[in-house]
């Protein structure tokens, strides 16, 4: 259901949505991240079919589990995912989390604290109306891929 939070605030569910910043698509993948993707998926890439929600989303689906790898959680990966891998790592270097929600209130950039709090609450509303069971509770990570 993250998946179904995050499409929700980045495009409205709306599979021709562009950005400013010319994200497209459904998971508002910029081309670049996109061909890296496909190149992973192993699927052809093309820039088009980035508004078609199944190719959308596989690519978008892919890069978010990379980003819940790397950094250890749903709430690190949706900060990467918004801000940029380089500053979450950045943000968590040499810190020691208790808990998720410490880390969520210590993100220096309003727009991604809130953007991960936004998605998460969407993830959480999905599962209670689709009956889906919550993630297991992660402990916080110290540092990406600890």
């Known amino acids: 259901m993250l998946v179904a939070g995050l499409i929700r605030q980045e ?21 670049p991240t996109a061909r890296l993707l496909a190149k ?6 093309s820039r088009a079919r980035l508004t078609e929600p199944d190719y959308n989303v596989r690519l ?3 890069y978010l589990a990379g980003l819940e ?12 995912y918004n801000a940029g891998e380089d500053r979450v790592t950045l943000w968590t270097a040499g810190q020691a989390y208790r808990e998720t929600a410490e880390f ?3 993100i220096p950039f309003t727009e991604t604290r809130q953007y991960v ?18 993630d297991e509770p992660r402990p916080a990570r110290t540092r990406p891929g600890r």
Do not use: C, H, W
């Open 117 to 134: 709090q936004i998605v998460t609450r969407n993830a959480d509303i999905y599962r209670r109306l689709y009956g889906a069971q919550p």
């Open 69 to 80: 790898k790397q950094f250890g959680g749903a709430e690190s990966a949706l900060a990467a």
């Open 104 to 106: 969520v209130d210590s």
């Open 60 to 62: 978008g689906a892919a």
């Open 11 to 31: 495009s409205a569910f709306e599979p021709e949505a562009r950005s400013g910043k010319s994200a497209i698509g459904l998971m508002q993948l910029i081309g």
């Open 40 to 45: 992973q998926e192993k699927i052809r890439y």
